[in-house]
């Protein structure tokens, strides 16, 4: 693909540096003295002392098997270590699977407005990409007709993101099957960016993961959001088809195909922490969505949103003169950083009121209370 400036590159030169970052998208985030105590706490002294002494050669191509088999404890019956790779990062896995599924005579279909390299890996990977729209009036849900006509004789992908960034929404379940069995009607894989799975409000709304309910399903996921651990920089694939899981190896081969040992002990450590660490983070969840609740009624003449119930982001719609990006502008200048609409898609014409919100950090509060102040100084003139 011809080179493009990353979407979210204005945005930082709009917001770097400031004090109040509202645009974040994980949660609290961990530090290792918290893993560390955590890990005691159960008892797991072992794990303490390997992160202390552990060898710095390298880790076996596509991630040592102490990770992958706890990683595939968070999956169903059909996935085991073997169907586990570790990258080094979400993203890396996002690229690595478009690469692998497809090439320049090939079709793919993506959601838009989104996360840039959800929407773009198939792009990066030559393919032909159709972007459907989804929209909030539809509660940010997928149409599997909109899918199904889509669908070309070339088409080889289909890339979700569940629950979905920027919304904060989660599909139906009947929407999650009708799209495996258009895909599996025409041999299609999809891929399912689960990067915010587990971090449901409400764990019923939970959806099977796409590697569990799809044989040519890819679960994506990241140490990042859920659990805090951006900068262990851990993510993974996990999928049954085994003769795609080696094309998904050799592929990796030439990009970072060991993952620092010291990353995946810390990631062990926060997956065997995992119950504690998601209590403790979908509370600060669930405190500062009050406070947005609040915020929300309070200035509903300048602000809607479809309430996420999943994740740690929303997308907000201000109803007042300015677009987001002039919204974001305004807001840098009082040190409060936003992710406009043109962080999240291409053509911003039909979104261009829309931005993104984090809410996953205790810090939420300060910056709301800022975001308060700055709309009673302008809303006279909104
Ligand atoms: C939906 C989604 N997928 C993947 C990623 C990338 O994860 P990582 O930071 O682990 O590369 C992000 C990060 O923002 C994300 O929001």
């Known amino acids: 693909m011809a080179y493009k400036e990353p979407w979210s590159k204005k945005h930082k030169r709009v917001t770097g540096g400031l004090q ?7 949660s609290e985030p961990l530090n290792i003295q918290e893993l560390i105590q955590y890990s005691l706490a159960r008892g797991d002294d072992k794990l303490v002392r390997a992160y202390n002494q552990h060898s710095l050669d390298y880790t ?17 019956a059909k996935i085991n270590a073997e169907n586990i790779l570790i990258f080094a990062g979400g993203q890396v896995a996002l690229q690595t699977a478009a690469y692998a599924v497809l090439d320049k005579d090939s079709h793919s279909i993506a959601f838009t407005p989104g996360y840039q390299s959800v929407q773009q890996a198939p792009e990066h990977a030559s393919s032909e990409t159709t972007k459907i729209k989804l929209h909030a009036e539809n509660q940010w849900q997928i149409d599997p007709l909109d899918v199904e006509k889509a ?11 569940e629950p979905y960034n920027p919304t904060g929404m989660i599909m139906k379940p009947d929407v999650q099957q009708s799209l495996i069995a258009i895909a599996r009607k025409h041999n299609i894989t999809i ?20 590697a569990d309910a799809y044989e040519n399903g890819i679960s994506a996921c990241a140490i990042s959001k859920p659990w805090g651990g951006c900068g262990i920089t851990i993510g993974w694939l996990a999928l049954q ?17 060991c993952p ?3 990353s995946e002990i810390q990631a062990i450590m926060t997956l065997r922490a995992s119950d504690t660490i998601l209590a403790k983070n979908l509370e600060i969840i669930e405190n500062n969505l009050q406070l947005l609740d609040q915020f929300m009624d309070t200035y509903s003449d300048y602000f809607d949103w479809v309430r996420p119930i999943a994740s740690s982001v929303a ?14 502008v305004q807001l840098a200048k009082d040190g409060i950083s936003i992710k406009p609409t ?16 984090g809410f996953g950090e205790k810090a939420m509060p300060a910056r709301l209370d800022a975001l308060t102040r700055f709309v009673e100084k302008h809303k006279a003139n909104w």
């Open 20 to 26: 109040h970052s509202f645009s974040n998208s994980f």
């Open 60 to 76: 076996p191509n596509g991630g040592s098997l102490d990770l992958r088999e706890e990683v595939a404890s968070f999956y169903g």
């Open 151 to 161: 669908i070309r004789s070339n088409t080889r992908y289909i890339v979700l993101n």
């Open 191 to 210: 891929l399912c960016d689960e990067a915010y799975r587990l971090l449901e409000h409400n764990k019923n709304d939970r959806l099977p993961a796409m």
């Open 241 to 257: 088809d085994l003769d795609l899981k080696q094309k998904l190896v050799d592929i990796q081969y030439f990009g970072t195909a």
């Open 260 to 262: 620092s040992r010291a």
């Open 315 to 328: 997308f907000v719609r201000f109803k007042g003169p300015l677009s987001s990006d002039e919204l974001g």
């Open 342 to 357: 043109y962080c999240f898609i291409d053509d911003v014409t039909e979104y261009c009121d829309y931005f993104r919100i």
